[in-house]
């Protein structure tokens, strides 16, 4: 089973629809969590992290279910900027400082 | 600042050669990165270093070697080129935290990419 694992996608979704996507980790303890974004043939950006409690970023919304062992992003009122792939990053260990990105999810916002 | 730094930014090899994709960073950065990404797929760390002098491997290290002799240098030599080695190649920095305990903070700031191909 791979350590990190996303639905590849595409979402195809109209603009202004809400959309979300998860990403499952094998690893019951891993630590910290992060979602990347990647437009066509750059390099990947972080979009936020996710912390225990669930936090937002304008419309982003970032959760995490350790009993699950899933993250997951929201996306409200998508735009057609919103398209691009989105990379899951899980850390197991802070100190260990392995850091491995899942596979990505692309999203394509249509007008 | 000019951040992560790779060259080159394009680079041809045929089967059976080798060569050094570079990369630098300006920012202090104690730990750096190097990851493959094949056409639609996602990032797989090869190596990656939390120091100078100290180097491990990532997910896929088979085919490649490294050296962190400076904070700022992280190059990623390919021994005997082979067609499983066309890829793009990412170099990524990223700082510790301050607590006194050198953790990764999941930021990672990337080169703009080595976009390699082995005929």
């Known amino acids: 089973r791979k350590e990190v694992e996303q639905d590849p996608g595409p979402f195809n979704v109209p603009e202004g629809a809400t959309v979300a996507f998860n990403c499952t980790y094998s690893n019951s303890a891993s630590q910290s969590f992060f979602w990347y974004r990647q437009d066509c043939r750059k390099e990947p950006k972080l979009l936020m992290s996710v912390y225990s409690s669930g936090n937002e970023d304008g419309r982003f919304t970032a959760q995490l279910n350790r009993a699950s062992q899933y993250i997951s992003l929201l996306i409200r009122d998508s735009k057609l900027s919103d398209s691009a792939t989105y990379l899951c990053v899980v850390i197991r260990n802070p100190s260990a400082s392995k850091i491995i990105f899942g596979s990505g999810t692309r999203l394509s916002i249509r007008p | 600042n000019a951040g992560v730094t790779q060259t080159p930014k394009f680079r041809i090899l045929k089967i059976g050669q080798s060569m050094t994709l570079q990369c630098a960073q300006d920012?202090?950065?104690?730990?750096m990165y190097w990851y493959r990404q094949d056409p639609g797929m996602g990032l797989k760390l090869i190596y990656y270093?939390?120091?100078?002098?100290?180097?491990d491997k990532g997910e896929v290290p088979n085919g490649y070697n490294v050296s962190r002799s400076t904070t700022e240098d992280f190059p990623l030599r390919l021994e005997l080129a082979a067609p499983s080695q066309t890829s793009v190649y990412f170099c990524?920095?990223?700082?510790?935290?301050?607590?006194?305990?050198?953790?990764?903070?999941?930021?990672?700031?990337f080169g703009e990419g080595s976009r390699l191909t082995v005929l």
């Open positions: 920012m202090n950065h104690n730990y």
């Open positions: 990524a920095s990223s700082y510790s935290g301050t607590s006194g305990r050198a953790v990764a903070t999941g930021e990672l700031f």
């Open positions: 270093s939390v120091g100078a002098g100290i180097t």
